[in-house]
């Protein structure tokens, strides 16, 4: 079964601190990878998106690596503040548009 | 641009009921796609259309819930009779596809309808 798992499930830490966040696919055929940010009560809004030749890419204080290899990919946040609380979602894509979402890290960064 | 916009934001309705919910996507976007989101399941994709016909409609837990797109600027997503077990954030999304394997189209995201059936 397709399928994105992400760890952790949830993380604090301090504002300024650094952090990263694991995601492990089994989707086939794969096509890309993206990572969602999602604020409480919102819609996930698109950070980063890589295909299976991109090792990585970054969005201002977003870095994500992919590693199709092992079917893996993180996400690292660089120099946090308090408005990166949110809940990150990795997602692949299966085949031509369908979307496989892992159920997501919830970060609090706290002052 | 206005943002793919969904109405109601809220709902409460009793089981039983019908529940229809309602999506205009980004205009000149040709796909648009439904998703429910819990808590226990996260974001599961439901059903999605390519210019406005259904593609995959695979997701659609049971003949209770049926979706359509009339025209390029609206969509419908009705669940008749309603349970409480379909309580979720319903979302939908919009984007523009190029029609490639290789396409790499951001989705954007709607703020949601809370469905909560009692």
């Known amino acids: 079964k397709n399928q994105v798992e992400q760890s952790p499930q949830s993380l604090i830490i301090l504002e300024g601190k650094n952090c990263t966040l694991q995601?492990?696919?089994?989707?086939?055929?794969?096509?890309?990878l993206r990572w969602y940010k999602q604020d409480t009560g919102r819609g996930p809004v698109s950070l980063t998106i890589m295909t299976f030749s991109e090792n990585t890419k970054s969005n201002g204080r977003y870095t994500a690596t992919l590693d199709a290899d092992t079917k893996q990919s993180s996400l690292h946040i660089t120099a946090s503040q308090l408005s990166d609380s949110a809940s990150y979602i990795c997602?692949?894509?299966?085949?031509?548009?369908?979307?496989?979402f892992g159920t997501g890290t919830r970060l609090l960064v706290s002052p | 641009d206005a943002g793919v916009i969904q109405s109601p934001r809220h709902e409460v309705t009793e089981m039983g009921q019908e529940v229809t919910l309602r999506c205009k996507p980004i205009s000149g976007h040709n796909s648009l796609f439904w998703y429910r989101q819990t808590m226990m399941r996260g974001l599961e994709l439901l059903i999605y259309?390519?210019?406005?016909?259904?593609?995959?409609d695979s997701g659609m837990p049971e003949d209770r819930f049926s979706a359509k797109m009339p025209n390029a600027s609206f969509s419908t997503l009705k669940i008749q009779p309603s349970e409480p077990r379909d309580s979720a954030v319903y979302f939908c999304?919009?984007?523009?596809?190029?029609?490639?394997?290789?396409?790499?189209?951001?989705?954007?995201f709607g703020p949601g309808t809370r469905l909560l059936v009692l």
């Open positions: 995601c492990n696919y089994t989707v086939s055929p794969f096509s890309n």
């Open positions: 997602v692949a894509r299966e085949g031509f548009q369908k979307l496989v």
């Open positions: 259309f390519n210019n406005n016909v259904p593609i995959d």
């Open positions: 999304a919009s984007s523009l596809y190029y029609g490639t394997g290789a396409s790499v189209e951001t989705q954007y």
